[in-house]
């Protein structure tokens, strides 16, 4: 079956969409019990919990090059793109058509993204986003986007003319946040295999995803999630 998707319905996978270009997942996921400072109807929690954060904050809290060592350089955001992604092998991915694949299931208002070249690692890339919302918004949209594509280990992606073979693994997620997904993603083209790693986390009303030389991402995470918290 042959599947139309708006790039934005690919939400977490839009960055390796577009620079490979393929996207997949398949996900494990955790939900750690709330200490009793910050569990779900606490003061603390409420007063963390009650209003999203603006964009102009979480730019603020992206990492940057202060916060990492030597040989990073920051990328230029690619320009916003609306091409149409055939989607080839992957059923569970129709479910996206309608309302997901015209907003996407990440597609958040409320959003900041910034992405690295790392020059000691052969120009190895990571890239970071955070988005921010009530936290049952964050939740839903991140678990019914992995959900979905949980049932595709193997598919292929068809990005202007160009095929994409795409196979996935789950990774553990670390234990940070609230919530936590995460993924090992193979792209092959043209005889060439991209390895990308994808960690999210959401801890309170933002939603941090990490993407990129599987590496980095460990490298980076935790840092990425205190400062996107304030931890």
Known sequence: MRVRVATTAVGITAVALLALPACSSRTDTARPAPSSSTRPGSPAAMEQNSTP???ATLTA????????ASGYTRKPMRPAQHDD???????ALSDLGGDAATRGSLDFPRQAKIS??????????????????TPDKLSDGMARIFEAMTGCPEYQVLVGGSAVDIATQKTAPPHLGDEQWSQMLTFSADGHDSVVKQTAVRDGNVLVVVSGSPALVDRHLDKAVAKAARR
């Open 53 to 55: 954060l603006s964009s």
């Open 61 to 68: 809290r992206l990492l940057n090059k202060g916060d990492l």
């Open 85 to 91: 992604v055939a989607v080839l092998g992957c059923p």
């Open 116 to 133: 690295f070249t790392y020059a000691g690692r052969g120009g190895s890339e990571v890239s970071e986003e955070l988005y921010s919302d």
